[in-house]
């Protein structure tokens, strides 16, 4: 490989532009810092914006479209003849949308004068007057910088499974799920979380027989078990298969054509396609942080103090590569955080109110504890629940599954926990979390008047319902 001999120093380097990395370069420009980012993808936005929560959410808008003008128009009186699938539109319209939002961070950088540095990068275990020195590699050779701080952002990569052989064409990750040109006549996904639902709503709304395989007893096994078991009724009404409590030994591409997948004490399944979703893993390969004397944790995640702060000096990390939730809004976070504390000395994200989402329809959401999590600490707490089915606006909707749950302190009344399966539960949870962000209790929400006729009046009265005192149910 060619050595360019070409040292340029700035005051932070972050590697990797992901939600995390790109918008703590940003924030770090705003305070004045001089910036360069390293990326080795030619479009920014990490995993979150080419292969995961944008291009997801596109097909899942595209899917339920097709659905609704299938399943629901006619209840509005709208009748649809000829109806089609065109796949490859769908992924076309995916992918316009990426694009656009990719050249939206390239607008942002010229915007605050930060310097983009296509290739990997990693720490060659040196350091100047100037900062660490960090080796960039790409096809036409290799460029070596240098920074008073460095933030590692590179985010995360679909977990690897014993016995699961992934090859992107016939056993996917969400990668390979979000590139399918035509519609499977069956799926198996192993996984039931966010990911693997969310998959498993695309390809089941265009006709593709899905079935759900988990580990454990229940979906979405990290949220509270009224979201859960919900969650599984209305997905299992909408012909979306479930064998909980099952394990997967092997799942390959079959001689014969499509694919095997074999469970433990079952028959095995014969899918025409396999999707993984058992979660993602610390992504830190190749950066040499053994080179800084940085040794990551059982989990592949690299150890931080409250500040961000790695082992090494004045060389941070953030979002997926440390401990926390795997969210881009939780990265994004962290990295405004990080560059406050490198720039100003203060800097703190307040991990107890990250909120998360799951956009299936209808969606879940959640924010604070669990009620399962308040049982396990002792924590006194009082409960109100408030169906969509006496709403009037999710009436007009033509969707009232769901709920709103409040968790409330017993003594305080503070808000420890909301919870959401409807009709744009991402959307209505920013006010629970917005609320706990201020310290608010039920009684501060309840007492808010909410315009009529909304879905965020069933926030209201779940706050109503923690006293008691609903007024619609």
């Known amino acids: 490989m060619e050595f360019i001999m070409n040292e340029l120093s700035y005051d932070l380097i972050v590697i990797g532009a992901g939600p995390g990395g790109y918008v703590g370069a940003i924030r770090a420009a705003q305070l004045g810092l001089k910036v360069a980012v390293i990326e080795k993808e030619k479009l920014m936005g990490g995993t979150c914006l080419r292969v995961g929560c944008i291009p997801s959410k596109a097909l899942l808008e595209s899917s339920h479209n097709y659905h609704a003008a299938k399943h629901q128009f006619s209840d509005h009186g709208i009748a649809v003849q000829g109806l089609t699938i065109d796949v490859a539109a769908m992924l076309k319209r995916k992918q316009k949308i990426v694009t656009v939002l990719g050249k939206g961070i390239e607008s942002l950088f010229k915007k605050n004068a930060i310097t983009r540095y296509t290739g990997t990068g990693r720490f060659v275990g040196e350091t100047t007057e100037n900062g660490h020195v960090i080796a960039v590699a790409n096809n036409e050779g290799e460029t070596r910088l240098t920074g008073k701080s460095i933030i590692i952002a590179t985010g995360s990569v679909s977990s690897p499974l014993r016995g699961i052989t992934v090859d992107e064409t016939h056993v996917l990750t969400s ?35 899905v079935t759900v395989l988990e580990y454990m007893d229940k979906v979405l096994p990290t949220m509270d078990q009224d979201i859960s078991k919900n969650m599984q009724k209305i997905l299992k009404d909408q012909g979306i298969n479930f064998q909980l409590g099952v394990k997967v030994t092997k799942a390959e591409k079959h001689p014969e054509g499509g694919c095997v997948v074999e469970i433990d004490g079952k028959e095995a399944l014969r899918p025409e396609k396999v999707l993984l979703a058992v979660g993602r893993a610390a992504n830190t390969e190749g950066l040499r942080l053994d080179t800084l004397g940085i ?179």
């Open 295 to 473: 040794t990551c944790d059982a989990r592949g995640r690299i150890p931080v103090d409250t500040h961000f702060s790695t082992t090494a000096r004045d060389v941070y990390a953030i979002g997926d590569v440390i401990e926390g939730p795997m969210l881009a809004h939780k990265a994004e976070e962290d990295g405004v955080a990080c560059a406050e504390w490198i720039a100003t000395g203060h800097g703190h994200v307040d991990y107890n109110i990250v909120p998360m989402v799951v956009y299936t329809d209808p969606e879940a959401a959640a924010v604070g504890k669990t009620e399962q999590q308040l049982k396990d600490t002792n924590i006194p707490y009082k409960v109100g629940m408030f169906p969509f089915m006496a709403n009037g606006r999710a009436r007009t909707y033509g969707d009232t599954s769901g709920f709103v749950k409040m968790l409330a302190h017993a003594d305080t009344d503070r808000i420890l926990g909301v919870h959401i399966v409807g009709k744009h539960a991402g959307d209505l949870i920013a006010e629970a979390a917005s609320a706990m962000a201020f310290h608010a209790s039920s009684e501060d929400i309840a007492r808010v008047c909410h315009a009529h006729p909304t879905l965020a009046e069933a926030i209201k009265e779940a706050a109503m319902a923690v006293d008691g005192r609903a007024i619609h149910a």
């Open 175 to 209: 990668t390979g799920a979000l590139e399918i040109d035509q519609v499977p006549k069956t799926m198996a996904v192993i996984g039931a979380g966010a990911i693997g639902l969310e998959m498993a709503s695309v390809w089941s709304r265009l006709g593709t027989e």
